[in-house]
Nanobody, 115 residues
Framework: QVQLVESGGGLVQPGGFLRLSCAAS????????MAWYRQAPGNQRDLVAW???????NYAASVKGRFTISEDNAKNTMYLQMNSLKPEDTAVYYC?????????WGQGTQVTVSS
């Protein structure tokens, strides 16, 4: 059973940046479409961005132009570079497969954007 571990979250001021990492216990990025999701308090878990094994990417309208998803297959790691952060980006961020989430959800990593 593959495991996913998210890291890199923290507290940042509006306009700041963070890079999140998603480390997999084995290489699934060359097989599955991978995605970042986020869940704000009281809200459902939403799709943020996804990347195919061939490197095609897509983004939610709310983050397009500010966030960049990427993978390093040699390190079994996926990244989310988040720039120009806004308070509404505050959430717990998770990684999983897309469109079906076939891996047990990890703990996620908290991102808080606040002055």
């Amino acid at each position: 059973q593959v495991q996913l571990v998210e890291s890199g979250g923290g507290l940042v001021q509006p306009g700041g940046f963070l890079r999140l990492s998603c480390a997999a216990s084995r290489n699934i990025f060359s097989v599955y479409i991978m995605a970042w999701y986020r869940q704000a308090p009281g809200n459902q878990r939403d799709l943020v961005a996804w990347i195919t094994p061939s490197g095609t990417t897509n983004y939610a309208a709310s983050v397009k132009g500010r966030f960049t998803i990427s993978e390093d297959n040699a390190k079994n790691t996926m990244y989310l570079q988040m720039n120009s952060l806004k308070p509404e980006d505050t959430a717990v961020y998770y990684c999983n497969t897309f469109p079906r989430q076939i891996v047990q959800w990890g703990q996620g990593t908290q991102v808080t954007v606040s002055s």
